[in-house]
């Protein structure tokens, strides 16, 4: 056996920080923390790694991107790729309404010599059940965020996931098909999917961006994604009268298949810093239902935007 010498280096995607760069995020998430607790949120602190079947089949991505390991008696476990799954498997049996806050770092796997990590700090905001609208509580993520996000220069798009689902029914297509094809911008097969189906809207979702693209949908859009395109519509409003920077995005789905409503994301200088949505499905992973909504920052993007 040939044993390289790797004294003085680390794996491929692993980073190795220090000074500002390892204690800037610590001192954003801390700040964070602090504030959602004295605003009436529960802070959750999850276990790194999960069961395995928890996260499978749930992905948009491919799920080779899954740190996987064996725990003590063989049994697959997974490193946290994702923490809104976590929050609602914990918070599954529950009755009353929650609003939960967290912040540490999710894992998956990039692709190689891409230079982006494999380990990504975030924070976030989850709300499961309660009555306030989508729009309000990304009105109030946006409010808890102010000291770590500067709004100057955030771009927000709104999407739906309720949309695509609604054209997957009206095309006659598998759901996860067409948000997997979707969440990966694979246009080669979503034309496929649309002279199959003879379905020509398939193709056109993912360029159904900014202010141009509700009077391009609504001239194509059949009935049945009528309440999808207002729910969005009204969003949009909604924070805009707010004085936010927000467009739409109808090809967006998230990175997980559990959203079921809104799809929001948010960026600064072209790096995604922002995402979440309604995912109400995900709890039914679980055998329950709830409502719930989330939102979350990706600490490693906002770094590379804030110098």
Do not use: C
Not at 7 to 20: A, C, V
């Amino acid at each position: 056996m040939i044993w390289f010498n790797t004294k003085g280096s680390i794996p491929e995607g692993w980073h190795e920080l220090q000074g500002e760069d390892v204690l800037r995020p610590k001192q954003w998430m801390l700040s964070f923390l602090e504030r959602a607790e004295s605003n009436g949120y529960s802070v959750i602190e999850p276990p790194l790694v999960e069961y395995y079947s928890h996260y499978q089949d749930l992905a948009l991505f491919d799920e080779s991107a899954y740190y996987r390991l064996f725990g003590n008696d063989g049994e697959l476990l997974v490193m946290r790729p994702d923490y809104t799954l976590q929050i609602a498997r914990k918070l599954a049996d529950g009755h009353e309404p929650m609003r939960v806050a967290y912040a540490g770092a999710v894992y998956r796997r990039t692709p190689k010599h891409s230079g982006q990590p494999h380990e990504r700090q975030q924070l976030g905001l989850e709300w499961i059940d309660g009555d306030a609208p989508d729009m309000e509580l990304i009105a109030s993520f946006l409010s808890m965020t102010e000291r770590v996000l500067p709004q100057d220069g955030l771009r927000i798009q709104v999407g739906s996931a309720a949309l695509v689902a609604a054209v997957a029914d009206e095309a006659g297509i598998p759901e996860r098909t067409l948000r997997q094809y979707l969440a990966l911008r694979n246009l080669e097969s979503l034309r496929e999917l649309a002279d199959t189906y003879q379905y020509p809207l398939i193709a056109k979702l993912p360029f159904l961006i900014g202010d141009s693209a509700l009077g391009e949908l609504r001239e194509v859009a059949e009935p049945g994604l009528t309440a999808a395109i207002d729910e969005v519509e009204r969003a949009v409003e909604h924070l805009r009268s707010i004085g936010l920077n927000v467009s739409y995005d109808f090809g967006q789905t998230g990175d997980f298949d559990y959203y079921s409503g809104l799809t929001v994301t948010g960026s600064i200088d072209g790096r995604r810093v922002l995402s979440g949505g309604r995912y109400d499905s995900l709890y039914g992973h679980f055998g329950q239902s709830r409502r719930a909504f989330g939102l979350s920052l990706d600490l490693e993007q906002l770094g590379e935007v804030i110098l």
